[in-house]
């Protein structure tokens, strides 16, 4: 009875190991696989360089051509070969073949270094601006708020480059009106200041908007002509602080380019604003793009 219990755990041991046989044959393959891929790897990198001059040096060993050089091999041959040969006869020397091949100059590796040093370029002059920018963002943020702006004046960086925004009411104008109100001149004496300080020369522009009430009067037409007037008048004040004619432009967009609802009075607030933009020379990449 012992003998036979010892022969069926036997069997059974035999049955458990030729079932996990299939195994040895999977990892065969999955080596196999990995080795084949490895291979396919290899040879899908191509030096284009190593290839052209390959390609040159074929070309020239096949094309038939032998070069001058060398005395004859009669001088080294044996002495029935000597005596079997037409003295008149002129044997050209054998000498290896040594193609004038250029030297390769990787034309893709160059050129693909010269633009990598670019985007570094870029890169570090689009990183220097920023911190240009921050450094001006945060002066003028600053000086809004200890003249109590807070709410109405606000700098901030954008794609567009560094943006003060100046909500007009009790500010920079009355209603309806583009003369600047006499308790805006400290504010826009401090971002002529600001333009001045800037040593990368940004180009600037004053930009106007409206809310969507209509207007229409005999001095303005239209929102368009009120939001163009009240840059214009901003622009002429930082003129005439030494802001460089040559950096300065202005843009009127009326009640276009809202930035709250004009469904309400807070809302319609917000919208009625002048922005100045100190533009970027060396644009980001757009991260929504």
């Not at 084949?36 to 360089?49: E, G, M, R, Y």
């Not at 969507?212 to 214009?232: E, H, K, M, T």
């Amino acid at each position: 009875m012992a003998r036979g219990s010892r022969r069926r755990g036997a069997d059974g041991g035999g049955e458990h190991e030729s079932g996990e046989r299939w195994l040895l044959t999977y990892s065969d393959m999955i080596t196999l696989l990995l080795a084949l891929f490895v291979v396919l790897f290899s040879i899908s990198s191509v030096n284009i360089s190593k290839y052209v001059s390959l390609q040159q040096s074929l070309k020239a060993a096949f094309s038939g051509a032998i070069l001058n050089g060398g005395s004859s091999i009669l001088n080294a041959g044996a002495d029935s070969t000597a005596r079997n040969s037409p003295n008149n006869t002129v044997i050209p020397a054998i000498v290896p073949l040594t193609p004038t091949v250029p030297k390769p100059t990787d034309r893709g590796a160059q050129a693909s270094q010269a633009q990598i040093n670019a985007l570094l370029k870029e890169a570090q002059n689009a990183s220097q601006e920023n911190s240009d920018f921050l450094a001006l963002q945060h002066r003028l943020n600053a000086y809004a708020q200890a003249h109590g702006w807070a709410n109405q004046v606000k700098a901030q960086i954008n794609q567009q480059g560094l943006v003060v925004t100046v909500l007009t009411d009790n500010l920079l104008f009355a209603s309806g009106q583009d003369a600047l109100e006499p308790q805006s001149y400290p504010l826009l004496t401090e971002i002529a200041t600001l333009i001045n300080l800037d040593v990368e020369d940004h180009p600037v522009v004053v930009e106007g908007y409206t809310d969507n009430v209509p207007i229409a009067d005999s001095q303005f037409p239209s929102n368009w002509w009120l939001s163009s007037g009240r840059a214009n008048v901003v622009l002429q004040y930082l003129l005439d602080r030494g802001v460089p004619a040559a950096r300065l432009s202005s843009q009127g967009y009326g009640e276009e380019h809202p930035v709250a609802s004009n469904a309400t009075p807070a809302g319609r607030a917000q919208n009625r604003r002048v922005e100045v933009v100190f533009e970027r020379k060396y644009p980001v990449p757009n991260p929504g793009a």
